[in-house]
């Protein structure tokens, strides 16, 4: 028999991502967020939902861009801290010490020490109640190469990143490979 949780955000696992954004004056920014996921294939896209309250929803809104910095588990007290702090009061880049790099082909920054980011340029944006959803459309992917196998595609064993549980406030880290997709499921 199954509990009933009633009408809440509760799903397992939620990305954790970082935003980056430019502000008005061209500082970089980054904000945490769970709210978020691939929601089209052709052109790939990829949608975040933000609070207008967020200070990087009025850069994301003045800039059309955003990108996705993938934080490996070493680096979850830094994200924890992005989802915070605000960007109206401190540089969460220099708080952290971590770095920003202006992508070549969006109007926003990056997590240098991340191992995987997506530059985004935003498609659509819709107002859903308290978040506003943005899909962005993907322009580029870019891993690092140490983590990434012989045959030259990314391994997440090494990428290393985690998931948030929303309603309970927590992070995980991904386990072990289980199956391939398309084939495990070939028996039926």
């Known amino acids: ?29 980054v904000m945490t967020i769970a709210w978020g996921g691939i929601c089209c ?4 896209c ?21 990108t996705l910095s993938v934080p490996s588990e070493k680096y979850v007290r830094e994200a924890d801290y992005f989802g915070m702090a605000t960007g109206r009061k401190v540089n969460k880049f220099e708080k952290t010490g971590l770095t920003p790099v202006k992508s070549e082909l969006v109007d926003a920054p ?3 020490e991340f191992p995987m980011v997506l530059e985004c340029n935003v498609i659509h ?12 459309e993907i322009m580029d992917v870019k891993i690092d190469e140490d983590v990434l196998n012989d045959s030259g595609d990314p391994e997440m064993e090494k990428i290393k990143p985690f998931v948030y549980s929303p309603e309970f406030r927590r992070y995980h880290g991904i386990g072990e490979f289980i199956g391939k997709a398309f084939h495990t499921g070939k028996k039926w």
């Open 1 to 29: 028999m199954k509990k009933s949780f009633g009408s809440r955000t509760l799903i397992f696992p939620a990305p954790l991502w970082c935003v980056g954004s430019y502000d008005a004056k061209g500082d970089p920014n």
């Open 41 to 44: 294939s052709k052109p790939p």
């Open 46 to 66: 990829v949608t975040i939902s933000l609070r207008k309250a967020t200070y990087t929803y009025g850069n994301i809104m003045d800039r059309q861009a955003y």
């Open 110 to 112: 990056y997590v240098s």
């Open 125 to 136: 944006h819709f107002e859903i109640g308290l978040h506003t959803q943005f899909v962005g």
